[in-house]
């Protein structure tokens, strides 16, 4: 098993499947829980609001860091976190066009997710899935849209939760840099964030934030537009690296890992030493000098 917060880069999904269906990262989640409802004498105390961490596909094989991140904000935050066994919010057949498969997945995780006070993304684009389009996969009036309506109000992005709901004014964090901020197209444009990152790294010890010129631009990944069309995919993010690089950044911070793995290998490509890293990593001071989409 991982230290509690990990750095490492074995997926999510291995500690789900090797171990058992429980929570990922089971092991300090359910003494947490335990800790949570029973005090030091054996006497119960209040239980704390319980949320669910959609982990998404690209964190979960790509940076698990980012997972590991998240729970440690949401649990400095007072909420106990749980992982529950989960697969794709279906989004990329939402996308392609297969309603049938999208509504399949839909259904899924609203029974998965249905004990939950709150579901936490830590992605703007995942989290626009379950929230925007979701409840528009089924009938008006029909009980399955009454449950997605249900679960989308539960459905939160990672740092407009904390700023929003969980009510966090600063963090711990210190990272002494100049950072950029990439504002992912549905994230911005469906979950309305955009101030939430910027008020929390505000917070940061030692960060200097550079707007990028056009900081809501989109960085060329679309989900699979990058892969059906590759050569617009690279004239965009041709233009949103220059704009990187004409802040002097150190860093280029997102709040989705499929922006940052386009930025970032794009940026290793062009032999740039600017790191690519998902701001939940720098609120969580779990940044580093290098990372996954770096390499």
Known sequence: MPSKYSNETVPISYYLHKHDVRPVMHHYLIMNNQQNIYGKHGAVIAKKPCVALLVTCLVD???????????????????????????????????????????????????IFQPYDYVVVPS??????????????????????????????????????????????????QLFAKVTYHDGCAGLREMRVRDQPRALLATVGGLELAELNEPDVCCGFGGTFCVKYPDISERI???????????????????????????????????????????????????????????
């Open 61 to 111: 094989l790509f940076r698990p860091a980012v997972g590991f991140a998240a729970v440690k904000l949401l649990e400095e935050a007072g909420y106990n976190v749980e992982v529950p066994e989960q697969s794709c919010c279906g989004q990329p057949n939402y996308n392609n066009g297969d309603r049938a498969g999208a509504r399949a997945m839909a259904l899924q995780l609203v029974d």
């Open 124 to 173: 703007g684009s995942c989290a626009g899935m379950l929230r925007v389009h979701y409840p528009a996969l089924f009938k008006p009036g029909s009980k399955s849209r009454e449950r997605a309506d249900d679960l989308a109000g539960r459905t939160h992005e990672l740092t407009s939760f904390l700023h929003g709901i969980a009510g966090v004014t600063e963090v711990q964090a």
């Open 237 to 295: 993010i041709e233009k949103k690296i220059a704009d990187i690089r004409s802040t002097g950044a150190d860093y280029v911070l997102a709040g989705d890992l499929g922006c940052l793995l386009t930025i970032g290998g794009k940026l290793h490509r062009d032999g740039s030493t600017i790191v690519a890293c998902h701001v939940a990593e720098v609120l969580a001071g779990m940044a580093s000098a290098k990372t996954d989409a770096d390499d």
